[in-house]
């Protein structure tokens, strides 16, 4: 007590302190799904961007070798899937292509991709 009669504390009530966890809770809760679904999205271009670099490699392999090239899916993580045409793609020596795009699919999302059979040109099919 101070000499005028009245205490002199200072801290926070056990109220207080109840009301702010709430509210951080409250926050935490609305924000993490938010969080995940921006990160699952980051992962569906990441897993498009590693296909769509396989199909330019396997092109250019085709064109420096002068041989035809088969390509490979590269293998994303659990949560997506890269779907071939049955046919496959194969890109011949002079950069044309046989066969049709892949896709990327997971996330709720999907990703074709166009490859022009005559130059071999390589496309995010719209």
Request: hydrophobic share 50%.
């Amino acid at each position: 007590m101070s000499a005028t009669g009245n205490r002199d504390e200072s801290g926070f009530t056990l109220l207080e302190m109840l009301v702010v966890i709430a509210i951080l809770g409250l926050i935490s809760g609305l924000a993490f799904p938010a969080v995940e679904r921006g990160l699952a999205h980051q992962r569906f271009r990441m897993a498009a961007a590693q296909v769509e670099t396989a199909l330019r490699e396997t092109r250019a392999r085709a064109i420096a070798t002068g041989s035809a090239q088969r390509f490979v899916p590269p293998a994303p993580d659990a949560a997506m899937a890269v779907a071939m045409p049955q046919a496959g793609l194969v890109f011949h020596a002079d950069g044309s292509a046989t066969g049709a795009g892949p896709a990327v699919e997971g996330a709720g999302r999907r990703l074709s991709f166009a490859i022009d059979q005559a130059t071999g040109a390589i496309a995010i099919a719209r």
